[in-house]
């Protein structure tokens, strides 16, 4: 098979063994492939996949058709739509997952976007939801709400009857955020729109002082991403007296149950409103597997709208 | 009546108007009022009691006999053994209370012990239970576990099942939290004692960065105590890694709904423990309201195991 293959600091296609499934698992006809900041940083050195999955092939989430089945695997037939987060080895013309991590594919999605609905639907519904309870009538801070996680987390906050709110450093992107029912705010003034009950850090250490000055009494900031430095300085008075709770969390290194869990969450509560298109996925470029470096650097030039999918076959 | 009194940043006996109580208050006539940190604060001009709390008399639990009820009081009757934390105030002959914040003293205890029990054993049920899920078979780490709160929290994770280690700073107490079944740690080297899922944060800032590598994956740490220093550093990416939390909370500021919950978990969760013995009020000293200021030098000499009680009448 061809699948993206990084090789010193790039991406580019290149030819593998076809991966054969272990006896829960299921072989993938990838259709579609989006790809993530972990990807940027794996093909930097700087974020190794956990162990047993490809170390040279990108990609964490996959949506395809089943091509084959594991002695054991019994919960899909040859050729149902699919879709899951993989643990790497995801921008391939095929891919092997457990079959406990697969989704079904709702029929009104297409290949690009169920490609890259996985990955970013997962890790907000996970922090907004499962760590941080998010509720009805609260206020939810998006921290880059224009990205692939922004967008998903904007738009399950809004379906949860939260008032999101947004932050989006490029104002060519403003209006597509707020198109998705975020209260759309500058960056570098974001604690004057709060406070706010629960705040999605995707930014890091430099964000942390003043989400804690933005945060209600009981508040909660869940950090996903820390692009933006992981040394923060933290007043734990100010902690202490906002009663509030600071939570982070990554999805790659859980182990198959957490995720397997994140799976059937999703499948309940939010493939429901990615059927009805009471959410979506902005696809905002795709790229064929051949062209996978562009993709990269697309993704790189930042100033999008949701994700960057490859996509194959 | 004779209240303890903040004069000068000293704390004196002297003469104060009788309080009387609200329509829902009633009118203690306290025996015994423990010592607390907020105290040595609050005296030093460092923690001013909320709006609506006597801001001179220090004070924030009482156990004594129900004096007098306000208009609509009805939970209890004239004579009614009963024990609160309150807002302010309880370092006198007599304190005000909302009937809600009140529990029962049970049979078995004595004066200084009901005087010693409620804001120890709320602040930590609330930060083990309540905030941290505490459950049997997890690892704790109570820091400071020879004062107020860390003898009730070494014991109120014993009984619920928890594997206890403690810190403590004097080595002349370290059998004493033995005793209620912590394994007792030095300072310096708790971190080679971990992983622990639950640490109770009672010094601060200086414990943080080693608490959060001491932490087992999807660990709770929860800061309620900041003697040691409030300005922490945190390494975001090592609380992603574990995918852990940092809670920070008081109790003295929480509105009367929040704080009588605290009672009702209390009565239903922990006074049947202390009835029966199970967990028990530690009495470092007692000192009469007389000598209220040789209460206050002891409690700063530290060096004590439980608490420092001033008891009246």
Known sequence: ?????????????????????????????????????????????????????????????????????GARATRFALGDRVMAIVGGGGQAELAVVHERQLMVVPETLDWPAAGGFPEVFTTAHDALFTQCALGAGERLLVHSGAGGVGTAAVQLGVAAGARVYATVRNEALRDGVAAFGAHVVAPEAFAQHGPFDVILELVGAPNLAEDLLALTVGGRIVVIGIGGGAHAELDLRGLMAKRASIRASTLRGRPLEEKALTARRLERHVLPLLASGVVSVPVAATFRLEQVDAAYARFVAGAKLGKIVVVMG
């Open 1 to 69: 098979m061809i699948a993206a293959t990084i090789t010193g600091g790039e991406v580019h296609p290149a030819e593998h063994p076809d991966p054969q499934p272990a006896a829960d698992e299921v072989l993938v006809r990838v259709h579609a492939a989006g790809l993530n900041g972990a990807d940027i940083a794996q093909a930097a050195g700087r974020y190794p996949a956990p162990p047993g999955w490809p170390q040279d092939i990108p990609g964490m989430e996959i949506a395809g058709e089943v091509a084959e089945l």
